[in-house]
């Protein structure tokens, strides 16, 4: 089982769950961040850090966001490793629980 990045860590990208993990399997795109599903150890301490709420157990992943599964699968093989917490965007609070934003995802 893994952890899943959802939709609403889109353009709010907040890396406080990064600063815990300690398999260092989260990977970081322009606006999004995602799980390696292979690294990850279901530990369960990133999911209370993230401020937005965007991170779920792989069974508890809310309707709608399937996915996201397969998203966090694709692009974890193909975006950085970050290890470290970084300044989240700006606008971060702003794009908080927006409804819809996968149209916004940057590759």
């Not at 939709?7 to 815990?20: G, R």
């Not at 069974?59 to 399937?66: A, I, K, T, V």
Request: proline share 9%; net charge negative.
């Amino acid at each position: 089982m893994t952890f899943v990045v959802s939709e609403n860590c889109i353009k709010c990208k907040h890396t406080d769950c990064v600063e815990v993990c300690p398999v260092d399997c989260f990977y970081e795109g322009p606006n999004f961040l995602v799980i390696h599903p292979d690294e990850c150890i279901d530990c369960a301490l990133c999911e209370p850090e993230c401020p937005v709420e965007a991170i779920f157990s792989e069974d508890e992943l809310p309707e709608g966001q399937e996915v996201f599964l397969e998203l966090n699968a694709e692009l974890s093989e193909e975006w950085p490793n970050i290890t470290e917490m970084k300044p989240a965007p700006d606008d971060a609070d702003e794009w908080n629980n927006v409804p819809d934003k996968l149209q916004h995802l940057e590759r």
